[in-house]
């Protein structure tokens, strides 16, 4: 597995009818096999730079964007939306906003259906992804019976279905007790291993312990550790 080279330029971002940027002339490469995490107090825009790294901003949602994201030195914005989510995957704090299907297999194999990928392939995605989620045993379980820990990491795996280069993972385990955080924290590892970007936001340090830097966003400014 591949990581996607990630690459953000002179990039300054505010909302629609604010004329206060939320933060200016942000600078940084993401490399594959790399993670960094990001943190900083509530509203200093963690969530809003992932949606811009993620492309939701402004394909789904306004924002007005100054600067370059790349991804392997295209333009994200020029990516059609099939192969960006092949590229980056986004998994959100609250697993509702991304789970709607009525079996834990079917949420798993939605990406991959999507993608026209042919029904073996597709049925080895899902074994994969319960092996790693350790959630074979609700296959075909209804995700609405899930723990919230459980559906975190159900919304990982149809993530990881997927098979993107870059994992965004924004507070995706606040949710979750010691356990599931263990679970998530041995997910992440063999997945740098392997190649693969990630980002992880987070307002609590040990949850960023995967981390090789630290992006700290706070008052309109950024600044690494």
């Known amino acids: 597995m591949n990581g996607t080279r990630l690459v953000v330029k002179n990039f300054t971002f505010s909302f629609p009818d604010d004329n206060y940027p939320l933060w200016t002339d942000l600078n940084f490469k993401l490399n594959p096999g790399e993670v960094i995490g990001i943190t900083g107090p509530s509203g200093c825009g963690k969530s809003t730079l992932c949606y811009c790294l993620s492309g939701i901003i402004p394909r789904h949602l306004p924002g007005n964007i100054m600067g370059k994201i790349l991804v392997d030195e295209q333009p994200l914005s020029s990516i059609p939306l099939p192969r960006l989510s092949q590229k980056i995957g986004m998994v959100f704090q609250d697993p509702e906003t ?25 049925e080895t995605r899902i074994k994969e992804v319960l092996e790693l ?29 997927l098979r993107p280069h870059t994992l ?14 263990r679970r998530v924290q041995e997910i992440i590892f063999p997945l740098k291993k392997a190649g693969k970007s990630l980002i992880l936001v987070d307002h609590q340090l040990e949850n960023l312990a995967a981390s090789d830097r630290l992006l700290h966003l706070e008052n309109g400014q950024a600044r690494w550790s």
Request: charged fraction near 20%.
């Open 168 to 181: 965004i993972l924004d507070e995706a385990l606040s949710q979750l007790d010691q356990e599931g955080r």
């Open 98 to 122: 991304q789970l709607f299907c009525t079996t834990v297999e079917e949420e798993i194999a939605f990406g991959p259906e999507n993608l026209c990928l042919p029904p073996e392939e597709i």
């Open 133 to 161: 989620t350790g959630m074979t045993q609700y296959r075909y379980t209804n995700p609405a019976q899930l723990s919230g820990g459980e559906k975190q990491l159900l919304a990982l795996g149809s993530i990881l279905a």
